[in-house]
């Protein structure tokens, strides 16, 4: 398997320079040159399958060129340590809990299978590998925890200043180590565009191997596609099935949309709060980014989603098989908030900010009538929006104790303005430093 730019398909790279690089030298996207198709057989035995070997039979051939067969098996089950439960919220609606990892966030599956892959690689780079990732939220805490003391390796977060939860900070800026945090004085696209200037900049670029651990990385995409094969297999459903994703930087989309082509019948919606530019690119035909606007679903804070180039990859550019495959939904916070009270009042069941938007989506869709079964990605742990949920519902949330631990620790951030000298001449001299 090869993987291409999605700005210039002609020029292909293996697996292994894909994930070192992360983003294309021409600024595109690595896409899997070949789409594999799935069998029948193996689509409707996948409630008998656990989800380690799910997840062999998904990524093989994506993973083959350089990590195959027993060592993928081995990687699978070290980076797949925790449950992924399906969990009803109504007769015909469910909850696909994604943080029950070690930092409560669905980019645990991501993150854990990207350090693992990367680690193996990074003893054939004489300068060290750069992890430079920017996050709205989890990603940020999920990368630095899965990288954690992972040897050859050197990790630098970008996070707007005010931006996250106290407890999404708390998660990124105590561990030290190889970890280091950056608060930029900006929202997230500033953090975004500054990781995508250093990528294309050839003076970073030729004295440190940089790769980003964003969705926009391969082997930080491709693992997400397994939870969605997992939940169809604990499913067991006679309707349809239509997974409702809350929908920001849309990895987490375009991970579902992949395994759609590769066999799995399931329908698609993206919830979004108020940055829309998706759900207005579908009306309107035109894709139109925008300053990010702060919501109370904050991870989804993004104004310049990078992962429609992919979307656009998949669909052939035509903007009307997108708008006939993938509808889309925009959630205030107003919506929001009704919506976690409704839900906690008639099911007693807690959603956090984001698993909120996607089940407003998935309501104003209408999807989920006459026997159909709707599933929503609740994408973090309620108690990393504490103060929101408590806000919102007027009951209190107990911390996990993960969370209590991480939030009695001192944190370490390095000021900066979103400015790419300032970047550019800090990276230089962490290199120097190591």
Known sequence: MR??????????????????????????????????????????????????????????????????????????????????????????????????????????????????????????????????????????????????????????????????????????????????????????????????????????????????ANSINIARLLPQMIYYFHAFAQSKAKGEITFCVPSGNFGNLTAGLLAKKMGLPVNFIAGTNINDVFPKYLVEGEFAPHASKRTISNAMDVGNPSNFQRIQDLYGHSLEKIRKDIPAYSVTDAETKEIMKTVWKENKYMLDPHGAVAYAALQKSGKIRNGNRGIILETAHPAKFREVVENTLEIPVRLPESLTACMKKEKSAIGMNADFNSLKDFLLGQKQLS
């Open 3 to 212: 993987y291409y730019s999605t700005s210039n398909n002609a020029q292909k790279v293996s697996f292994r320079d894909a994930v070192i690089r992360g983003l294309a030298h021409d600024g595109g996207l690595y896409m899997p040159e070949v789409i594999p198709t799935l069998e029948d057989n193996f689509i409707r035995k996948l409630g008998s399958l656990s989800i380690h070997e799910i997840a062999y039979e998904v990524l093989k051939e994506y993973f083959k060129e350089n990590i195959e067969g027993s060592e993928l098996k081995a990687l699978i089950r070290d980076a797949l340590n925790f449950d992924i439960p399906l969990v009803p919220i109504t007769e015909n609606s469910y909850a696909l809990e994604l943080f029950h990892g070690p930092t409560l966030s669905f980019k645990d599956v991501g993150a854990r299978f990207m350090a693992r892959t990367l680690s193996r690689f990074a003893g054939s780079e004489d300068k060290g590998i750069y992890v430079l990732t920017a996050t709205s939220g989890d990603t940020g805490s999920a990368v630095a925890h899965g990288f954690l003391g992972v040897d050859g390796i050197h990790v630098v977060i970008l996070y707007p200043k005010n931006g996250v939860s106290e407890i999404q900070e708390k998660q990124m800026t105590t561990l030290g180590k190889n970890i280091t945090a950056v608060e930029v004085n900006g929202t997230f696209d500033d953090c975004q565009a500054l990781v995508k200037k250093a990528f294309s900049d050839p003076g970073l670029t030729k004295e440190l191997a940089l790769t980003s």
